[in-house]
C-alpha cells in the first residue's frame, strides 16, 4: 500500500526552526519527484517546494526552506527556518509528475498532514 506520512509540525516562536520529515512506505522515493504543499485556515492549499530533476521554492520561502531527501529512509525532509505567523499552516508532502519554474504539478499521492503554528 503506498502511504506518505509527515511528522515534525508543532509550536514554534518566530524567527524559530523546523524539520519536517516524509516518510514514504510501499513505493521507493529515489526514483520520484517529491513536494511539500501547506494549507493555511481559509486559503488554498499551495506547492512550497518540490524536488524532482529540478528543485522548486515559492517565493515566500526562499532562502528560509530547503528540501532535501534520504534515499535509504526513504524520507523526504522540509527544513524550516526563520518561521513567520504567516507560515502556520497544515503542511502535507505528495509526489508529483512534474516540478516546474513555476511550481510543482501532478500529485499523484497525498500524505495526511503535519500541522505547523508559528506563534509567539
Known amino acids: 500500500q503506498v502511504q506518505l506520512v509527515e511528522s515534525g509540525g508543532g509550536l514554534v516562536q518566530p524567527g524559530g526552526s523546523l524539520r519536517l520529515s516524509c516518510t514514504a512506505s510501499g513505493f521507493s522515493l529515489r526514483y520520484e519527484a517529491i513536494g511539500w504543499f501547506r494549507q493555511a485556515p481559509g486559503k488554498e492549499r499551495e506547492g512550497v517546494s518540490c524536488m524532482g530533476t529540478r528543485t522548486y521554492y515559492a517565493d515566500s520561502v526562499k532562502g528560509r526552506f530547503t528540501i532535501s531527501r534520504d534515499n535509504l529512509k526513504n524520507t523526504v525532509y522540509l527544513q524550516m527556518n526563520s518561521l513567520k505567523p504567516d507560515d502556520t499552516a497544515v503542511y502535507y508532502c505528495?509526489?508529483?509528475?512534474?516540478?516546474?519554474?513555476?511550481?510543482?504539478?501532478?500529485?499523484?499521492?497525498w500524505g495526511k498532514g503535519t500541522l505547523v503554528t508559528v506563534s509567539p
Open positions: 505528495a509526489t508529483v509528475r512534474v516540478v516546474a519554474n513555476t511550481g510543482c504539478y501532478g500529485v499523484d499521492n
